[in-house]
C-alpha cells in the first residue's frame, strides 16, 4: 500500500474515533442527567441501615448468650426467639457440652466474612454438606453479587480465598480449599472428631450448649371430658410429648399442660341427666360405665325434651355459681373421663400436668377488663369483641348473654402462662385447623403488650390423620375411631408380627410383652413422629409395621443389634470408657470416618429441631445413622471368630467404641421421641 | 425570698437607694448575688445595722467578684463586716488572693496578710511618706508645675502605703502640691501644642518603599491575646471550681508538664475553608508561641457523612499551612471510654434514656421529657438495649439532666444511628453527640486551651458541667470571633450546589475560598497566615473585606515571587533597526528592590511583543505615558525606546502589527514611560479571576432577593488562550509564583502541560489595577 492509501485509512480511522469518542461523552452526558429515582434511594438508604443492624443484632446476641445468667438478671433477650449453640459454655463445663459442627463453622465463617467484608451486611453465610468434602461454605457468590451492586468487581475465587485467610485458629478445621467459582470445601480435623467422640464415651449423648435455661410453657393433648380421645388427640399427646422432651434434654424447665375441655355449657345436660338417673350421687358412686354413651343420651334429651333443656341451663349457672351440689357432679363426671385418660397416657408413657378450661374461669373478668382498660374492645350486638391486628376473625370476648368463649379463656391461658408461669417460650400443639383462632389470640396478646419480642409463643400445628383411603380417619361404621380401640389393635397387631417372625421362642413371657408393647406403641408414635408434623399423614397399621425402611420395627431392630454386638464380645461401657481414656479411636477406614461423622452430626440436629420444631428430622437422622452404621459394619470387622470354633479370636475395641456411640446416640434418638428401646427382640 | 418588698429591703440593707433597687432588680443576676450577701451579713450582723463603707464594699463584692469564687462568698461578707477588709484596695487584694487559692483549705493567715487585714495607715504616715514621693520628685515637679502628671506620683504612694486610704493620700498630695506651687497660673492652664510629627516625604527614588515585613500569625495577634497559665484554669473568668479541681489540675499538669495543648478540632465532612484557617492558626499558633503542642482532632462523632478524601485534605491543608499536628487523633477513638462516661453519668443520675422524639423536643418550648425521673438501674438497661441494636433510630436518645444557657433543656448525649462509621466500623450503632463528645475528648488529651468560635459560648457552661459532673479534669474554653469574608459563600452545601450547577469546577476552583482553592489560586500559605493575625487581634465577630486577604498577598509576593515580563494581549513589533546581529540575551533583577536576590536572562530579539494595550494610536488623555503614533515608550530593561514607524493593519481596520525603530535611551532621549514586553516567547493560557458574587452579602436577602445563587458574576474566570511570556518560566513547577510586571501575580496551575503552561492570575498589582 502506497503512503496516500494509508494516510487515508489512517484519518478515516481517526474519524471513527473521533465520532466514537463523541458518543460517549454524550452517553456519559445523558447518563447525568438520568434522574436518580428518589423512592429508590430511599430503599437503598433502608436496606443499608437494616443491614447495619442487622449486624449489631447479630453481635448482641452473641454477646447476650455468653453471658452468665446471673450477672444479666435485667438483661430479657431478644435474642431468645432463635437457639442456637454459636455461644461459647462456660469454661468450668465446657468438656461436657457437645458440638455442633455446623453452627460452630457458621460462627467461624461469620467471624472471618465480617474481617474482610464487614460492609456487606447481607453476607450471610452458607454451610451445607458436600459430597467432595466433609462441608461446604458458598457465600462467596453472593458476597461477590452484594459487592457489584457496590460497583466493585471481583471474582467469586477471590472472595473465597480471603474468606479462607481470614478464618480464625480452630480446631475443627483441618483443611479448606477453593474450588469452581467460590465453594470452600472444608475438610473436619479427625483430632476434633475423636476428641468428640471420647466425650460421648464418657459421659454420653449430650447436648450441645445453648446459653440461658429458659421456661417452656408447652400445652398439648387436651382432650375434652365425657367424649373419648380420638387420633387428633393421639397426634398432639405424641408431638407434644417428644417436643417436651426436647427441650427437657437441653436443660430447660418444661411445664407440661393438659388444656382440658373440662367447662362449658354440655356440662349443664350432663348433670341434669346425672341428677335424673343417679339422685343420689352426691352420696353414693354413680357407676356410670360408658361415659360416651351417657353423653349420647343427654344430648338427645337435650335436644328433644324443653324441660330438660331448661333444667340443663339451670345447672350451667348453678356450675357457674359454683353450687356445691353441681359441682360435684362435674367433679365425678370428669373423674370417670379422667380415669380413661389416665390409662392412655400410662400406656403410651405421657407425661402432663391438668389444668382445664375450669381453672381459668376465675381469671376470665380480669381479663375482659384488661382489654377494655387499653380501649381494644368494640361492643356490637351486646358482644363484646376484640379485633386483633393482622387477622381477619375478631374475637368474642363476652358473648352478648354475659358468658365467656373459648377466646376468653384462651387469652386467660395466655396471661397466666406469661406472668404467673412466667414462661419465656409458650408451645401450643394444636391441629392446624386452629391457626386463625391461634394467630388472634396471639396477636391479641401483642397488642395488649403481653407478649414481648423476647417471648417466644408458637402454635405447633400438625395436620389432619387419615385413613389409608386417604379420608378423614374414621371406623368402617363412620364413627370417629377411639384411641383406646386403635391401641388395643395394635397390641395384636403387633403381638402378631412378633410370632410371625417367631420371636416368642425367643423371648421369655416377660420380653415378649415388653416387646409386643414397645413394637405397638413405637410404631404408632414413630409412625407419627417420622412424619413432616406440618403436613396430613396416613394412619396405616401395615405400613407401620413393615420392618424395611424407616419404621420404628427397623430401628428398634437395629438398636438391638448393635447393642448385642459389645454385648457378644464380652466388652461392657466401663472398659470402652476405660480404652478411650487411654487410646486414640481410629478413623482411618474411610467406613468408619463416614460413621463418625454421621454420629457427630447429632448436635447440629438437636439444635435444628430445637428451632423448627420439627421432629421428623430426628428419625431421618436416625435412619441415616442405622445405614451408614451398616456400611461400616459390613465392611470393618469388630470382632473375628473363628469359623470353626466360634470362639472370639480377636476384638477391636477402637470399633467397638463406634457401635456403642451409635447405639448411645439411637438410645438419646429413642428417648426424645418417647419410643421404648429393647435390649433383646 | 420571693416578694419584692423583701428583696427592696435586703438591697437597702447595703445602702442602695430607691433608684439604685430599681436598676437593681432589672439584673435577675446581680440581684440574686446580692440577696445572697445580705443574707450572710444578717447573720454576721447579728441584727444590727451596717456601716456605710461595709455596705457598700459588700456592694463592690456583688459587682465585681469572679463567678469562679463564688464559694468564698462568706469569707468574704465576713471579712467586710467583721471589718477585716476595710478599703476597696483590701477587696481587690482579698478577690486576688481567692482567684489564685482556690481549693478547699484556705490558709487565713496569709489571706489576711496579703490583704492587710489590720493594717493600720495613721496620718501621720501618709503626710510623711506623701512629703518624701514629692521630695524625690521636686526639680521636675517645679519645672512643669501642674503639667506635671500626678497618677505618677500617686502609683508610687500605693506602692509605698498600700493600706492606705485611697481618699487621704490624694487629698494629703494635692494640699501639700498646693503648699509646694501655689495656686494655679495662667501658665498652668495653657495647654502644650502636640508637636507636629513631620512625616518624610516620599521622594521618588524611594518610591520602591521598604516591603512590608512578612509576619506571622502569632507577631500579629499575639499581643492581643491573654490566656490563663497552664494549670491555672481557675483565673480564668466563668471557669466553675468544685472540690476536685485543684487535685484534677495538680495531676494534669502532672501529666502535661505544664505544657500548653491545644487542639484543632475539624469535622471530617467538607474541605477546609478560609474560616477555618483562623481556628488552625489560633490552635497551632498559640501552641507554637508557648511551646506547647496541637492536635489534629478530626471530630468524626457523626458516622453518616464521612470519607476518607476529606479526611487527606484537612491534613494536607494544614500542613500547607505550615504547621505540624503534634499527633493526628479522632474523637472515635474514644467511643470506649465515652460510653463508660455515659454509663457514669446515668450512674451519678445525671442522664437519662428518653424515649421522645426528635419531632417532640424541636422547636421552641418543648414539653419537659416524662422519663427524666425513670430508674437509674432502667435507663442503664435501655441505654445498654440501645448499645445493642434493640431500637429504631430516632426512637430513643441519652439525655443529659442540664438546661443550657440558651434554655435548650437535657441536650441530648447519645443517638441511635444505624451506619458504618469511617474508623469504629460495625462496632457501633450508638453515636455521641458534640456536647457530649467535646469537652470529654479535650479533658482526655488534657486540653489546656479549647479554643473555639462564639457561637459555642452558649454551650460552655454545659461544657464546664459535663466534665465536673464525672469529675475528670476540665479545660477552659475560650471563644473567638468567627472570620467572615464578604462576596463569597463557604458553607459545604452551597459549594456543593456551585459545582453541581457547574458553575465551578471542583473544591479547589480557584473562584471558590476553600484553601485549596486559594492554594491554587496562588496565594501563599503565609499570606493567609497573616491575614488570620490581622483579623484575629479582635475578639469580635466580623465581616472582613477581600481586600485584606488580597493585600496580605501582595506583602508576601512582592518579596517571593519573581519578576518575569508577559502580554496578555500580544501585539507584534517588527524592529526595522534592530541593534544587533542576533537576539540579545539581558540580564534582568529577579527582584528589582533586591538585586542581591539574582537575575535571569531575557531574549530581545528583532520581533519583540507588547500589550495591545500599551499602544494607542491616537491618545486623547493627555497624561498617557506610552505608545502611540508619536510617543515613544521605553522597553524595560533593554535601554532602548521605541518608535513607531508604520501601523500594519488588517482588512477590518483593526491594527495588525507595528513596524518601529528604536532609539538608545541617554540624555537626550527619555521616554516618558516603560513597559514589559516579550520576545521569542512561551505562549500560555492565563485564568484571569473575578468576585464570584455581585453582592457582599450574597446570602444576605435584603441585598439578594432572589437567593444567592442568583448573585453568581457569570463573567468570574476570563480565559486567555494566547498569552505570552519571557522564557525564564521555562521549567517551573506547579504552584510557582510570578509577578507579571505591571500585570499582576501569576501562580502555575495544576493544568499546566508540557506544551501549554497555564497561569491564574492570583492577585493584580493594585487594588485597583486600572493601568495610568
Known amino acids: 500500500m502506497d503512503y496516500s492509501s494509508l494516510k487515508s485509512k489512517l484519518d478515516q480511522q481517526n474519524r471513527l474515533i473521533e465520532s466514537l469518542e463523541k458518543e460517549l461523552t454524550d452517553l456519559d452526558q445523558q447518563r447525568d442527567k438520568l434522574k436518580p429515582n428518589e423512592q429508590l434511594a430511599k430503599l437503598l438508604t433502608e436496606r443499608e441501615k437494616l443491614s447495619f443492624r442487622i449486624k449489631i443484632l447479630k453481635r448482641s446476641i452473641q454477646e447476650e448468650l455468653s453471658k452468665p445468667k446471673s450477672s444479666s438478671a435485667m438483661t430479657s433477650s431478644n435474642s431468645a426467639r432463635k437457639l442456637t449453640s454459636k455461644a461459647l459454655p462456660p469454661t468450668e463445663s465446657k468438656n461436657k457440652y457437645s458440638t455442633s459442627i455446623t453452627d460452630t463453622l457458621y460462627s467461624l465463617f461469620d467471624k472471618a466474612i465480617q474481617a474482610e467484608f464487614s460492609e456487606i451486611a447481607e453476607a450471610s453465610v452458607v454451610i451445607t454438606g458436600s459430597n467432595v468434602a466433609d462441608y461446604q461454605c458458598n457465600s462467596a457468590m453472593a458476597i461477590c453479587q452484594a459487592l457489584k451492586t457496590k460497583g466493585q468487581k471481583v471474582n467469586p475465587n477471590q472472595v473465597a480465598q480471603k474468606i479462607v485467610a481470614n478464618i480464625e485458629k480452630n480446631d475443627l478445621i483441618e483443611k479448606t480449599e477453593v474450588s469452581g467459582p467460590g465453594f470452600i470445601n472444608i475438610y473436619l480435623s479427625k483430632n476434633f472428631c475423636q476428641t468428640e467422640l471420647k466425650k460421648l464415651v464418657m459421659c454420653g449423648a449430650q447436648a450441645p450448649f445453648i446459653g440461658e435455661k429458659k421456661r417452656i410453657v408447652i400445652d398439648f393433648s387436651s382432650p375434652n371430658i365425657a367424649k373419648e380421645m380420638h387420633v387428633g388427640h393421639l397426634r398432639s399427646t405424641i408431638i407434644g410429648e417428644s417436643i417436651s422432651r426436647l427441650f427437657e434434654y437441653f436443660g430447660h424447665d418444661v411445664l407440661r399442660l393438659n388444656h382440658l375441655g373440662d367447662w362449658g355449657t354440655q356440662f349443664g345436660m350432663l348433670i341434669a341427666h346425672l341428677k335424673d338417673k343417679f339422685p343420689n350421687y352426691s352420696q353414693e358412686m354413680a357407676p356410670i360405665g360408658d361415659l360416651q354413651a351417657f353423653y349420647k343420651e343427654s344430648k338427645k334429651r337435650f335436644d328433644e325434651d324443653e324441660q330438660f333443656k331448661k333444667r340443663a341451663y339451670e345447672c350451667v349457672v348453678k356450675l357457674q355459681s359454683y353450687d356445691p351440689e353441681i359441682i360435684m357432679g362435674w367433679k365425678l363426671i370428669c373423674d370417670v373421663s379422667r380415669k380413661e385418660f389416665e390409662h392412655i397416657y400410662e400406656e403410651l408413657g405421657i407425661s402432663l400436668i391438668e389444668r382445664g378450661e375450669s381453672f381459668y374461669q376465675n381469671l376470665m373478668k380480669e381479663v375482659v377488663a384488661d382489654f377494655e382498660k387499653e380501649n381494644l374492645v368494640t361492643v356490637e350486638d351486646g358482644r363484646k369483641l376484640v379485633f386483633p391486628p393482622g387477622v381477619s376473625i375478631p374475637l368474642t370476648i363476652v358473648k352478648s348473654d354475659g358468658g365467656y368463649t373459648y377466646d376468653t379463656s ?61 379420608k378423614k380417619f374414621k371406623t368402617r361404621s363412620g364413627d370417629t375411631v377411639r384411641l383406646k380401640d386403635l391401641l388395643d389393635e395394635g397390641l395384636t397387631r403387633a403381638l402378631a408380627k412378633l410370632k410371625e417372625k417367631e420371636r416368642e421362642k425367643v423371648l421369655s413371657g416377660e420380653e415378649l410383652v415388653a416387646a409386643q408393647k414397645a413394637v405397638a406403641y413405637g410404631c404408632i408414635k414413630y409412625a407419627d413422629l417420622s412424619h413432616n408434623r406440618t403436613k396430613e399423614y396416613i394412619f396405616s397399621f401395615e405400613k407401620m409395621l413393615e420392618d424395611k425402611g424407616n419404621t420404628a420395627v427397623y430401628m428398634l431392630y437395629a438398636y438391638t443389634r448393635i447393642r448385642s454386638i459389645s454385648r457378644n464380645a464380652g466388652v461392657g461401657s466401663q472398659q470402652l470408657k476405660e480404652y478411650v481414656a487411654s487410646n486414640s479411636i481410629s478413623l482411618d477406614d474411610p467406613k468408619e470416618w463416614k460413621l463418625a461423622k454421621q454420629i457427630l452430626k447429632f448436635p447440629e440436629i438437636l439444635i435444628k429441631t430445637l428451632n423448627d420444631l420439627l421432629i421428623h428430622s430426628i428419625c431421618d437422622y436416625m435412619y441415616e445413622l442405622a445405614t451408614v452404621f451398616t456400611e461400616f459394619y459390613d465392611s470393618c470387622y469388630c470382632i473375628e471368630k473363628d ?31 418417647g419410643l421404648k428401646t429393647l435390649e433383646k427382640m | 425570698m420571693t416578694t419584692p418588698e423583701e428583696k427592696t429591703e435586703y438591697l437597702r440593707f447595703i445602702g442602695l437607694n430607691d433608684q439604685k433597687i430599681q436598676e437593681t432588680l432589672k439584673n435577675e443576676t446581680l440581684t440574686s448575688l446580692l440577696l445572697e450577701i445580705v443574707h450572710h451579713a444578717k447573720k454576721v450582723v447579728n441584727g444590727l445595722t451596717l456601716e456605710k463603707s461595709s455596705a457598700n464594699l459588700l456592694y463592690q463584692t456583688g459587682t465585681k467578684m469572679k463567678s469562679q469564687i463564688k464559694n468564698r462568698l462568706p469569707l468574704l461578707v465576713e471579712s467586710v463586716v467583721n471589718k477585716n477588709l476595710t478599703t476597696e484596695p483590701q477587696l481587690t487584694a482579698a478577690f486576688e488572693y481567692l482567684i489564685s487559692h482556690p481549693g478547699q483549705d484556705l490558709d487565713i493567715k496569709s489571706f489576711n496578710e496579703y ?55 490624694k487629698t494629703e498630695l494635692d494640699a501639700q502640691l498646693l503648699t509646694l506651687l501655689g495656686p494655679k497660673v495662667e501658665q498652668d492652664n495653657v495647654k502644650e501644642k502636640k508637636k507636629e510629627e513631620q512625616k518624610p516625604k516620599k521622594s521618588a527614588a524611594t518610591e520602591q518603599a521598604e516591603p512590608e515585613k512578612i509576619q506571622s500569625f502569632m507577631e500579629l495577634a499575639g499581643e492581643a491575646i491573654n490566656f490563663h497559665k497552664p494549670g491555672e484554669n481557675y483565673k480564668t473568668e466563668g471557669y466553675v ?26 469535622e471530617p465532612n467538607g474541605i477546609l475553608h478560609i474560616g477555618h484557617a483562623k ?90 421529657s416524662p422519663w427524666r425521673e425513670r430508674p437509674i438501674e432502667e435507663s442503664l438497661k435501655l441505654f445498654e438495649d440501645m448499645r445493642k441494636g434493640k431500637f429504631d433510630e430516632g426512637e430513643i436518645t441519652l439525655r443529659m439532666k442540664y438546661t443550657m444557657e440558651d434554655g435548650k433543656q437535657d441536650p441530648v448525649a447519645y443517638r441511635i444511628k444505624y451506619a458504618h462509621h469511617a474508623k469504629t466500623g460495625d462496632k457501633w450503632c450508638i453515636y455521641p453527640t458534640y456536647d457530649f463528645t467535646h469537652c470529654l475528648n479535650d479533658s482526655l488529651e488534657n486540653i489546656t486551651h479549647s479554643l473555639c468560635t462564639k457561637e459555642f459560648q452558649s454551650r460552655r457552661s454545659a461544657y464546664y458541667w459535663l466534665c465536673n459532673s464525672l469529675d475528670v479534669y476540665c479545660p477552659v474554653q475560650w471563644e473567638y470571633g468567627r472570620l467572615n469574608l464578604n462576596y463569597t459563600v463557604v458553607s459545604k452545601r452551597k459549594l456543593m450546589k456551585l459545582i453541581q450547577e457547574g458553575i465551578c469546577n471542583d473544591w479547589d476552583d480557584p473562584r471558590l475560598y476553600t484553601l485549596s482553592a486559594l492554594r491554587r489560586k496562588g496565594y501563599p500559605p503565609e499570606a493567609i497566615n497573616m491575614f488570620c493575625g490581622k483579623v484575629g487581634v479582635t475578639m469580635a465577630q466580623t465581616t472582613t473585606d477581600i481586600s485584606l486577604l488580597e493585600s496580605c498577598v501582595r506583602t508576601v509576593l512582592n518579596v517571593t515571587a519573581p519578576r518575569a515580563m508577559a502580554v496578555l494581549e500580544p501585539l507584534r513589533v517588527v524592529i526595522e533597526n534592530f541593534p544587533f546581529e542576533s537576539k540579545m540575551e539581558i540580564d534582568v533583577p529577579n527582584f ?28 486623547t488623555d493627555k497624561g498617557y505615558k506610552r505608545l502611540s503614533l508619536t510617543q515613544p515608550v521605553g522597553l524595560r530593561y533593554t535601554g532602548y525606546q521605541l518608535s513607531v514607524k508604520e501601523v500594519v493593519k488588517n482588512a477590518d481596520g483593526s491594527v495588525k502589527e507595528l513596524i518601529g525603530t528604536c532609539a538608545r535611551v541617554g540624555e537626550n532621549v527619555k521616554p516618558k514611560g516603560f513597559i514589559q514586553w516579550v520576545s521569542n516567547p512561551v505562549y500560555f493560557e492565563a485564568r484571569l479571576y473575578e468576585k464570584l458574587f455581585n453582592h457582599e452579602n450574597p446570602e444576605d436577602l435584603k441585598e439578594v432577593p432572589n437567593g444567592w445563587l442568583t448573585d453568581v458574576n457569570k463573567h468570574a474566570l476570563k480565559i486567555i488562550n494566547n498569552a505570552m511570556v519571557d522564557a525564564s518560566v521555562i521549567g517551573s513547577k506547579v504552584f510557582d509564583k510570578f509577578q507579571f510586571e505591571r500585570i499582576g501575580y501569576f501562580s502555575v496551575d495544576p493544568n499546566s502541560t508540557e506544551e501549554m503552561m497555564v497561569f491564574n492570575r492570583t492577585v493584580s498589582l493594585k487594588e485597583d489595577h486600572e493601568k495610568k
Not at chain 1, 480377636?650 to 456411640?661: A, E
Not at chain 2, 471550681?241 to 475539624?266: A, C, Q, W, Y
Not at chain 2, 504547621?323 to 443520675?349: C, G, M, V, W
Not at chain 2, 538585586?595 to 494595550?613: I, N, P, Q
Request: hydrophobic share 35%; charged share 30%.
Open chain 1, 410 to 470: 384462651d387469652l386467660a391461658a395466655l396471661k397466666n402462662r406469661l406472668f404467673a408461669e412466667k414462661g419465656d417460650v409458650l408451645l401450643y400443639v394444636i391441629d392446624a385447623g386452629q391457626s386463625v383462632h391461634m394467630q388472634g389470640i396471639f396477636s391479641a396478646g401483642k397488642q395488649i403488650g403481653w407478649i414481648k419480642p423476647c417471648h417466644r409463643i408458637e402454635h405447633v400445628e400438625f395436620g389432619v390423620v387419615l385413613g389409608e383411603d386417604k
Open chain 1, 643 to 673: 469359623r470353626q470354633t466360634g470362639e472370639i479370636k480377636s476384638v477391636n475395641m477402637s470399633r467397638l467404641v463406634l457401635c456403642d456411640s451409635t447405639a448411645s446416640v439411637l438410645a438419646t434418638c429413642f428417648n426424645l421421641l
Open chain 2, 115 to 169: 490583704c492587710g487585714v489590720g493594717v493600720v495607715v495613721t496620718p501621720e504616715q501618709i503626710k510623711q511618706t506623701v512629703q518624701d514621693v514629692i521630695n524625690e520628685k521636686k526639680c521636675e515637679i517645679l519645672e512643669k508645675r501642674y503639667k506635671f502628671p500626678v497618677g505618677s506620683l500617686l502609683g508610687e504612694l500605693r506602692k509605698r502605703i498600700k493600706w492606705a486610704d485611697g481618699k487621704l493620700v
Open chain 2, 241 to 266: 471550681v468544685t472540690d476536685k479541681t485543684m487535685s484534677l489540675l495538680k495531676n494534669h499538669l502532672k501529666e502535661t508538664g505544664g505544657k500548653v495543648i491545644t487542639r484543632f478540632p475539624p
Open chain 2, 279 to 368: 481556628a488552625i492558626n489560633f490552635n497551632f499558633g498559640y501552641a507554637k508561641h508557648n511551646n506547647g503542642v496541637c492536635y489534629l482532632r478530626f471530630d468524626d462523632t457523626n458516622p453518616e457523612k464521612e470519607e476518607e478524601k476529606y479526611f487527606k485534605g484537612i491534613i494536607e491543608m494544614v500542613d500547607w499551612l505550615g504547621y505540624k499536628p503534634y499527633k493526628i487523633t479522632h474523637a472515635s477513638d474514644q467511643f470506649d471510654k465515652l460510653y463508660e462516661f455515659a454509663k457514669e453519668l446515668i450512674r451519678r443520675n445525671l442522664a437519662y434514656v428518653c424515649h421522645q422524639k426528635n419531632e417532640e423536643i424541636k422547636g421552641h418550648n418543648p414539653p419537659p
Open chain 2, 592 to 619: 528589582p528592590q533586591d538585586e542581591s536576590k539574582g537575575t535571569h536572562k531575557v531574549a530581545f530579539d528583532r520581533v519583540v511583543y507588547l500589550d495591545s494595550c500599551d499602544f494607542n494610536e491616537n491618545p
